[in-house]
């Protein structure tokens, strides 16, 4: 009998929350903290909303998508010269199957990983640094615009948390300088004669304190509070916006990741997920002003950009092999997958 689901607070949602974050944007703590609160309690129902008022220029949004679809039209032996194996910091190509979540599981996508693009020689880590950027034209100047853009809006949603959660508005965007925060541009082809249960991308929680999601197509699923799968279609001019793992652990569990997957796609798909991660060394435990007797921690600490290596190390195959062969170790502490929110064990991903 497969082990009973972790039992979490969201509710048995059948439709995501869409959330106005306009307010964010105001130069009066009144609106903002207005907007906060609605931010706050989508986020606690569900784990996964839907934000408009984000205010990110569509043609940023147009130009990233066109030269997505150029880029992934390529051959593989042309993508391949970009593989993510050959980078120092976990920035580039990644072809299909070589990420797996779920043992004897073949993810059915490909992706581009961008970074945070951190030029200095020093401080630079496993997963912080320089990125890879192919030569295509056009594509790191309006790739970077757009990481730009959305790592603006992140730092308000950083702040929008933290007014929700009763904190100053910088108690978390303070941490947030040069964070290992990743931009993914993932490719989802349509296979006529792929098998129905073949995913797109296996049932997980995303690593980082929240996700930033653009979608061009439906197949993404979030689990409600009640165990069952729920579909996220498109909704014009809306980003997806869901919790990670780190921000579950900063709210002391007021906030808990929300376990999704891609199913068989209908049709050819893209996906633009940021990961907003804190800066590499930031010690991620709860804040202890949401702590009292009442609701004492329940997380130990992590390091943010450890606890991103470690899980980076346990789904890309590069890296298991580095790991299987003793050129690398996993961080001392390192969690499993899927160590927090609610995954459907035993699940058919």
Known sequence: MAPTPRITPHSAFTTLPLVDISGLFSTSLAERSQAAVALGDAASQAGFLYVTGHGIDPQIISRLKQRTVEYFAQPLERKMQDYIGHSSNHSGYVP??????????????????????YLLPQGRRPMLGANRWPELPGFRQDIKAYYDAVFGLSLMLFRGFALALGLAEDAISQHVNHPPSQLRLIHYPFSAQAPTDRPGIGAHTDYECFTILLPTAPGLEVLNGAGQWIDVPLVDGAFVINIGDMLEVLSNGRYVATAHRVRKVAQERFSFPMF??????TVIAPIAQLLDPASPGRYGPLVCGEHLYAQTLQTFRYLKQRLARGELSLPEGAKGLSSFGRVAVGEEV
């Open 276 to 281: 907003c991660a804190c800066d590499y060394d």
């Open 96 to 117: 299909e199957g070589e990420e797996q979540f779920v043992e004897g599981s073949i993810d059915h996508k490909e992706a581009f990983d961008v970074g945070f693009d």
